[in-house]
C-alpha cells in the first residue's frame, strides 16, 4: 500500500507541547512475582538512577503494551486525574506521549487493531478484517486453527488452537526472529487475538486465557507443551485463587467525584450474574471463568503471567520482546460502558498494577534496563442510555468535539435482527434463496448460490439490500466489497472511502461491509440488549495513544498533540529492538529516531461526522 509522506508520524508539524528534564525517584521495588499482581497504588516515582557498575546489557528488551479499548480521548481525560505514583504517570514522565494516533481503517475490532500495531499493515493488507470469521452455521474466532490444538498447563487438549494462517504480512517479532534467531519473544493476552500479532509466528510462548478450561493456554502452532515458567501462574487453580475476592471500590470518595453516571446506570448488562453493582462478587456468576475477565483481575492474571517471564535466564542476554495485551479494560467497557463506575475503577486498578510490574522491571533489569511502548487497538463509545442524563457527555456542550463522540443517542444494531431484515429484502428482489450466509462485525456473508450471482443479478440483490438498510435508524451505508479499487489510497486520506477500502481485503470471501452510523455499533452480545461496543470510522473509535519510554532512546515528560498513525508502534518497537521493520513499516518513522521530533506530518484532522 503507498504511503507518500506518510511515515510512523503523519502531517502538520509535530508539536511536543511539554518536556520534562527530570523524573520522579524509583522506590524499592517489590518482589518480581507478585501473585495476584497487588491493586495498591504505588509509591511516587522519581530520577532514574544509573547503576555504579552496570552489567554489561547490549541486547534491548522491549515491553509492548496494548491495552484493549483505551480510547485517545479516555486516555487525555482520565490519564491525568489518576494517581500520580501509577504506572502511566511514570511512563509520561519517562517518555513521550502522542496523545492522537489513528488507526488507518474503518472496521476498528481487536484483531485488526492488533494486527495493525504489530504489523503496519490494513487490514486489505494484513487480511485480518474482522474479530471473527463464518465457520459452518456460526462464527469462530477469526484465528481458530482447526490444523492446530490448545495445549494448557495440564497437558494437550482436544479443542482447535489458533495461529496466524490468515495473517499476510510479516510482524515485528517475525523480523526479530528473522534476524535475530537466538532472540526471546512471549506474548501473553486473555484473548487470541490480543496475544498472537505480538507473538509472531516463531514466539518462544505465546499464552492466553481459555474458559473452557479456566487457565491460560497456547497452540501447536507455536509448541508441543507447555511454558514451564508458566504452569503455575497460567493454571486453572490460580484463576480460581484469583477470583476468591470480590472487585469492591478502592476509593468511593474518588469514584463518585469523577464517573459521570450513578452505579447501576441503564444500559449496563450483568455478564451472567456478574451484577450491575459494586461489590462484584464472581462467584455469583453462572460462567466465573468468563466473567472474571471483565473485571480487573483479568488484567492481574495477565500482568503475573508476564512478570514470571521475565525469570527466563536470557531477558537482557538477547534481544527481547514481551507483547502483553490487557483486554478487561475492553470487557468492562463492553459491559458497562466507559462512563461507568466499573470502567473509571478498572483504569485506576490497572494503573496500579502497572506501577508494580514496571517495578518488577526495574528489580530485573535496573530501570534504564528496559524500554515500554503502549498503544490500544481501538477506542468505544457511549452507552446509548447515557444521551440527556445530566453531565453524563460533556462533550455535547462544546461545539465541533474534536473525537467526533456522538451527542445523539444512537443505538444497538443486532446482527441477527439485521440480518432477518435485510433477508427479506433480499427474498423480495430475487426469490427465496437463502442468500444471506450470516454477518460477522462488519461483514454480511453470501451463501455459495449468493456468491454465484450473475452480475445483474448481484446489483439487484445489493439495491435490495442498500433500500431495506436505509430504513434502519443505525444502519449508514452498505457497501459492495468486489467494488473496492485495486488500489486504496494512502493512509494520508482519511475519508471514509479510503478507511473502508483499506478495511476490506480481496480473496477472503467477503461480501458486503456494513457501516453504522454515528453513536451506534454492532451488539457485542455478552449480554444482547445492554453494553456498548466500538467498530467505527469515527475518531472515537479509530484514535488511540501511544506512550513510549526508553531511557537515552526517547524524549522524557513530552506530550505530542499533533495526530499520528498507527504505524508509529511498530517503528517504535523495530527502532528499539534494532531490527529492520517488516516490509508494511518501511519508510515510517519512531520516537526512537532523532528525526522523529520536529518532523513534518501530513493529517488534516476530519471533521466531525
Same mark, same amino acid.
Given at each position: ?11 502538520? &508539524? ?34 532514574? $538512577? ?30 491525568? $486525574?489518576?494517581?500520580? &505514583? ?49 465457520? &459452518? ?130 444500559? $449496563? ?62 470487557? %468492562? ?9 466499573? !470502567? ?71 446482527? $441477527? ?85 483499506? !478495511? ?23 449480554? !444482547? ?22 531511557? &537515552? ?6 506530550? %505530542? ?28 518513522? !519512531? ?19
Amino acid at each position: 500500500m503507498g504511503r507518500g509522506k506518510v511515515g510512523a508520524l503523519v502531517a502538520l &508539524g509535530l508539536v511536543v507541547v511539554a518536556c520534562a528534564t527530570s523524573l520522579p525517584p524509583v522506590g524499592e521495588p517489590p518482589p518480581l512475582l507478585p501473585d495476584p499482581i497487588p491493586s495498591a497504588s504505588v509509591a511516587p516515582v522519581g530520577p532514574l $538512577e544509573q547503576p555504579e557498575q552496570p552489567e554489561a546489557r547490549p541486547a534491548p528488551v522491549v515491553v509492548a503494551l496494548v491495552v484493549d479499548q483505551l480510547a485517545a480521548w479516555v486516555a487525555q481525560e482520565r490519564w491525568p $486525574e489518576l494517581p500520580k &505514583g501509577g504506572g502511566f504517570a511514570r511512563l509520561r514522565a519517562e517518555g513521550t506521549w502522542v496523545v492522537d494516533a489513528r488507526h488507518p481503517h474503518a472496521a476498528t475490532d481487536t484483531a485488526p487493531g492488533h494486527a495493525m500495531l504489530f504489523t503496519g499493515a490494513a487490514p486489505a493488507d494484513s487480511g485480518i478484517f474482522a474479530n471473527e470469521a463464518p465457520e &459452518g452455521a456460526g462464527r469462530a474466532s477469526i484465528l481458530r486453527d482447526g490444523r492446530t490444538r490448545l495445549v494448557g498447563a495440564q497437558g494437550a487438549l482436544e479443542g482447535a488452537g489458533s495461529s496466524l494462517a490468515r495473517l499476510r504480512v510479516a510482524t515485528v517479532a517475525d523480523r526479530l526472529k528473522e534476524q535475530h534467531p537466538e532472540s526471546l519473544v512471549v506474548g501473553v493476552s486473555l484473548k487470541d487475538r490480543g496475544a498472537l500479532f505480538g507473538c509472531g509466528r516463531s514466539a518462544d510462548a505465546c499464552l492466553w486465557f481459555d474458559p473452557g478450561t479456566d487457565g491460560f493456554v497456547t497452540s501447536t502452532a507455536f509448541a508441543r507443551g507447555y511454558p514451564a515458567w508458566a504452569r503455575e501462574v497460567g493454571s486453572p487453580g490460580a484463576t480460581a485463587r484469583a477470583r476468591e475476592k470480590p472487585w469492591t471500590v478502592q476509593d468511593e470518595g474518588w469514584l463518585r467525584a469523577h464517573a459521570t453516571t450513578p452505579d447501576d446506570q441503564p444500559g $449496563e448488562g450483568d455478564w451472567g450474574g456478574l451484577g450491575r453493582v459494586f461489590p462484584h462478587v464472581f462467584s455469583n456468576a453462572k460462567q466465573a471463568s468468563s466473567a472474571f475477565r471483565a473485571s480487573p483481575v483479568g488484567d492481574e492474571r495477565v500482568l503475573t503471567l508476564a512478570a514470571a517471564a521475565l525469570q527466563d535466564p536470557r531477558v537482557g542476554k538477547v534481544p527481547t520482546l514481551l507483547a502483553v495485551s490487557l483486554s478487561s479494560n475492553d470487557y %468492562v467497557g463492553h459491559i458497562f460502558g466507559p462512563e461507568s463506575w466499573e !470502567s473509571w475503577e478498572n483504569l485506576r486498578r490497572l494503573d496500579g498494577a502497572l506501577g508494580v510490574f514496571f517495578k518488577a522491571l526495574d528489580l530485573r533489569l535496573g530501570p534504564t534496563g528496559y524500554a515500554v511502548v503502549l498503544s490500544a487497538d481501538h477506542g468505544v463509545t457511549a452507552l446509548p442510555e447515557t444521551h440527556g442524563v445530566a453531565g453524563a457527555r460533556p462533550w455535547c456542550k462544546q461545539p465541533g468535539d474534536r473525537w467526533q463522540r456522538s451527542c445523539v443517542q444512537g443505538g444497538r444494531l443486532s446482527m $441477527e435482527g439485521l440480518r432477518g431484515t435485510l433477508e427479506e429484502a433480499a427474498a423480495r428482489a430475487l426469490g427465496r434463496g437463502p442468500w444471506l450466509a450470516g454477518l460477522a462485525d462488519p461483514y454480511l456473508f453470501l451463501t455459495p448460490a449468493g456468491r454465484d450471482l450473475k452480475p445483474e443479478r448481484r446489483r439487484l440483490l445489493l439495491d435490495a439490500l442498500r433500500k431495506a438498510a436505509s430504513k434502519t435508524p443505525c444502519v449508514e451505508r452498505i457497501e459492495d466489497v468486489r467494488a473496492r479499487p485495486e488500489v486504496c489510497p494512502p493512509f494520508e486520506d482519511e475519508s471514509v472511502d479510503a478507511l473502508l477500502c483499506r !478495511s476490506m481485503p480481496r480473496g477472503a470471501d467477503l461480501e458486503f461491509y456494513v457501516l453504522p452510523r454515528a453513536g451506534c455499533f454492532f451488539d457485542s452480545d455478552y449480554v !444482547s440488549g445492554y453494553g456498548t461496543s466500538h467498530g467505527t470510522p469515527w475518531l472515537y473509535d479509530r484514535a488511540v495513544p501511544v506512550l513510549a519510554r526508553a531511557p &537515552g532512546r526517547i524524549a522524557q515528560g513530552c506530550k %505530542v498533540d499533533t495526530p499520528a498513525s498507527t504505524s508509529l508502534f511498530g517503528a517504535t518497537l523495530a527502532a528499539l529492538l534494532g531490527i529492520d521493520p517488516p516490509p508494511a513499516l518501511v519508510g515510517a518513522r !519512531s520516537l526512537a529516531s532523532p528525526a522523529a521530533l520536529g518532523s513534518a506530518l501530513d493529517f488534516v484532522p476530519p471533521s466531525p461526522p
